[in-house]
Nanobody, 123 residues
Framework: GQLQASGGGLVQAGGSLRLSCAAS????????MGWFRQAPGKEREFVGA????????RYADFVKGRFTISRDNAKNTVFLQMNSLKPEDTAVYYC?????????????????WGQGTLVTVSS
């Protein structure tokens, strides 16, 4: 399947954005979905993940309390709601899918990646 991320843009510090990631195919609900980001000159890092059912989530420490991941399996879409954005959140955000049925699965388990959407937070 393919993943298509969207919703990025330019926002002022303290603002909000909601990213979406639409998946093709009929097996979306069988994948753990993750969000990652890569800032200029830095390595890609984990942002958060959501279980196949959507019941369980986990987040990187730097986004806890600010970002929320959700999914709609009927619409094959996963979301990343980002609030209280900071300039250091500026990055290309990627969604990814993992066959390993655990939100604690290592990053290497994510086999499918979207093309990324750029989020720029101005100070």
């Amino acid at each position: 399947g393919q993943l298509q991320a969207s919703g990025g843009g330019l926002v002022q510090a303290g603002g909000s954005l909601r990213l979406s990631c639409a998946a093709s195919g009929s097996t979306f609900s069988s994948y753990v979905m993750g969000w990652f980001r890569q800032a200029p000159g830095k390595e890609r890092e984990f942002v958060g993940a959501i279980s196949r059912s959507g019941i369980s989530t986990r987040y990187a420490d730097f986004v806890k309390g600010r970002f929320t991941i959700s999914r709609d399996n009927a619409k094959n879409t996963v979301f990343l709601q980002m609030n209280s954005l900071k300039p250091e959140d500026t990055a290309v955000y990627y969604c990814a899918a993992s066959n390993v049925p655990s939100i604690w699965a290592p990053h290497i388990s994510y086999d499918y990646w979207g093309q990324g959407t750029l989020v720029t937070v101005s100070s």
